[in-house]
């Protein structure tokens, strides 16, 4: 269904067609750079989609899944603390050797980006499926920034 042809709540839409086929690539991409352990979705519905191709991803790579978490501290309205929160709570380990993939909303994801390197507001917006990668460093309370990778990108690293 186009967007445009959504009557529901924006919460409820799900990708398009075209978004989708987008997703996928860029997920496929995305195993080229960084091979997530834990995948945590905002569990709003394109968000579940796009889990859903990275799951497919691995699939088609021949890779053993991540495991899957929800939380509604993607969700659009979602803050640096919440997910901090959400983190010691339910993800206590996090920071040793784990590769988590958050997959939310904006503006929630810039905010989240931009308190874990250390900023009180953010300097990038995310694209529909790009990532970035962070890196804790020692302490756990701030990252460094390993990569921004728009979208675009993402799907021609995928071929």
């Given at each position: 269904m186009e967007s445009a042809q959504w009557q529901g709540p924006d919460d409820d839409r799900p990708l398009t067609r075209a978004g989708e086929k987008k997703t996928r690539l860029a997920a496929m991409g995305m195993l080229?750079?960084?091979q997530p352990t834990i995948v945590v979705a905002s569990g709003l519905k394109r968000a579940e989609q796009t889990a859903d191709a990275v799951y497919e991803a691995f699939s088609a790579r021949?890779?053993?899944?991540?495991?899957?978490r929800k939380?509604?501290?993607l969700h659009h309205s979602?803050?640096?603390?919440?997910?901090?929160?959400?983190?010691?709570?339910e993800i206590p380990d996090h920071g040793s050797g784990k590769i988590l993939l958050?997959?939310?909303?904006?503006?929630?994801l810039s905010l989240i980006v931009a308190g874990h390197l250390g900023l009180?507001?953010?300097?990038?917006?995310f694209k529909k499926s790009g990532i970035a990668v962070v890196r804790p460093r020692q302490t756990?309370?701030?990252?460094?920034l390993v990569a921004f990778v728009p979208p675009k990108m993402l799907r021609g690293m995928s071929l």
């Open positions: 080229t750079i960084v021949g890779l053993p899944p991540p495991h899957r939380t509604t501290a979602g803050t640096y603390s919440g997910w901090k929160k959400y983190l010691k709570d958050a997959i939310g909303h904006e503006p929630s009180t507001e953010p300097v990038f917006k756990l309370d701030t990252c460094e």
